[in-house]
């Protein structure tokens, strides 16, 4: 609680806004994942190969067949986090084994999930007033496939993907108002001007 205070008092003076899209704090424990130290990860060659220190070669490279730049950081904090909770990672296998036997769906959901830029990096940029248009362009078209990804976990039966299918929202309205207020190809920076659609708004 002590750490949270004073990181949130530090994020206070330096970023100088309310804060307010931090609703929620919540602690990490370890309890939940397998400890894993340093030495370990190496010799298992989780992420990196213990002679080059690459990638190409690890656990990790064999896996990762993610196609958004938040899957692949989601995959390698599950392989450098185990569960070990047996119901978290029974409802884990059942989602994945669900994907395995659904191969139409899964292709689909790969489909939409590829043209999805970095929306964590995306929403800290909108967040902070540091986004140009195109950031904003790419955000709508990230937004874009949200419905057609909640159209195909709609039919799921795993509990995992049945929550993230009730839990997603495809902000619809989001999606819309960027559609309707920036020009499909704006220029880069902001004092350039041409960014906003003739007839959305006058002032």
């Known amino acids: 609680m002590i750490a949270s205070g004073s990181l949130l008092k530090y994020l206070y003076e330096t970023q100088k806004n309310s804060l307010e899209q931090i609703s929620a704090i919540h602690p990490y424990t370890t309890g939940k994942f397998m400890v894993l130290d340093s030495s370990t990860r190496r010799n298992l060659e989780l992420v990196e190969t213990l002679r080059e220190k690459a990638k190409r070669g690890s656990l990790l490279w064999v896996l990762d067949k993610t196609k958004t730049a938040m899957g692949a950081r989601m995959l390698r904090s599950f392989v450098e986090q185990p569960l070990i909770e047996k119901e978290e990672i029974e409802g884990r296998l059942d989602a994945i084994e669900e994907l395995m036997q659904r191969a139409i769906d899964r292709e689909e959901l790969r489909e939409y999930l590829n043209p999805v830029y970095d929306l964590e990096r995306l929403l800290t ?79």
Not at 145 to 166: A, F, H, Q, R, W
Not at 180 to 195: D, F, H, N, S, V
Request: glycine share 6%.
């Open 125 to 203: 940029r909108i967040t902070y007033q540091s986004a140009n248009p195109r950031d904003l362009i790419a955000f709508q078209s990230s937004l874009s496939m949200l419905p057609s990804v909640k159209c195909i976990l709609k039919d799921m039966e795993s509990d995992l993907l049945k929550e993230i299918y009730e839990e997603l929202d495809p902000l619809e309205e989001l999606c819309d108002l960027v559609g309707r207020a920036i020009q499909e190809e704006p220029p880069l920076a902001m004092k350039e001007g041409g960014i906003i659609k003739d007839g959305y708004n006058e002032e």
